[in-house]
């Protein structure tokens, strides 16, 4: 897979307006990763904070995503030099990045995420340039990764103007169970108080010409549909664990038909 051509196609795509799909695995199995890369997404996020998955296991998820030609991104699950450095070397196209709040803490995060001189991530071989074979190919790639900041608190929203005309990252995409929490109303995602978040992160992003992203946690088509009407432009749809907890069910048992 040429990871670089793919990256800079879905980075086009975003700037342009248009709708990237992919997709969330939270389970740590390159078998299920291959299956998830053979499904016609753009991309999967490994999910680093809420999954069970470790960073030893990355390198053959990776391996099995791009073995479909999809690109691996990563929810890290915390901000930290070592992490995503980690992340990167085991060959992470990009990364989506929880609970962004400043423009300080985006600018010192978005750093360790870029080879110097734009960045200050840790320069070395490793399963991403393929030990050194590809390093000089892989350091214009390591200059500029895609970078997805989450907006999960009343913080992030209160700053969100100042983190979107830093023009560093790649999109926003927004926590709404984070976010009702952070707001008071953890879970209610109904709720007026997380809808008008939702809807003031969604203009704010339009206004600056950032893509907005989403989660659409139930595999319903609808729901997918009625995101990209909305406006959101870079969407994972469901996940592995939502995709079994959905539709292995017992159908005979089934008592939701």
């Known amino acids: ?43 999967i996020s490994v999910d680093l904070e809420h999954g069970q ?29 070592d992490e995503l450095k980690h992340v990167f070397d085991s060959g992470a196209a990009g990364v989506i990045i929880p609970k962004i709040e400043n423009i300080e803490q985006l600018k010192n995060i978005h750093k360790f995420c870029c080879y110097p001189p734009k960045g200050k991530r840790g320069v070395g071989f490793s399963r991403t340039n393929l030990f050194g074979k590809n390093f000089n190919t892989y350091k214009k790639e390591a200059q500029d990764p895609i970078v997805i900041a989450m907006i999960e608190t009343r913080e992030g929203i209160k700053n969100l103007e100042s983190i979107l005309n830093l023009k560093i990252i790649d999109a926003i995409m927004v926590g709404p169970y984070d976010l009702s929490a952070s707001l008071g109303i953890t879970g209610n995602l109904k709720n007026k108080k997380l809808t008008n978040s939702l809807k003031k992160i969604l203009q704010l992003c339009l206004k600056f010409k950032i893509a907005c992203g989403i989660h659409v946690v139930k595999p319903e088509k609808k729901e997918l549909k009625k995101a990209i009407i909305q406006g959101y432009q870079f969407i994972a749809y469901s996940g592995d664990a939502f995709f079994l907890n959905e539709f292995a069910r017992n159908p005979i048992l089934d008592k939701s038909e």
């Open 1 to 43: 897979m040429n990871k670089s051509k793919k990256i800079k196609f879905l980075r086009k795509k975003l700037i342009s307006g248009n709708v990237s799909i992919g997709s969330w695995m939270q389970i740590g199995d390159p078998n299920i990763a291959e299956i998830m890369g053979d499904l016609d997404y753009e991309w």
């Open 53 to 81: 998955i470790n960073l030893s296991t990355l390198p053959d998820i990776f391996r099995a995503l791009e073995l479909k030609g999809t690109l691996p991104f990563v929810r890290v699950s915390e901000n930290s030099e």
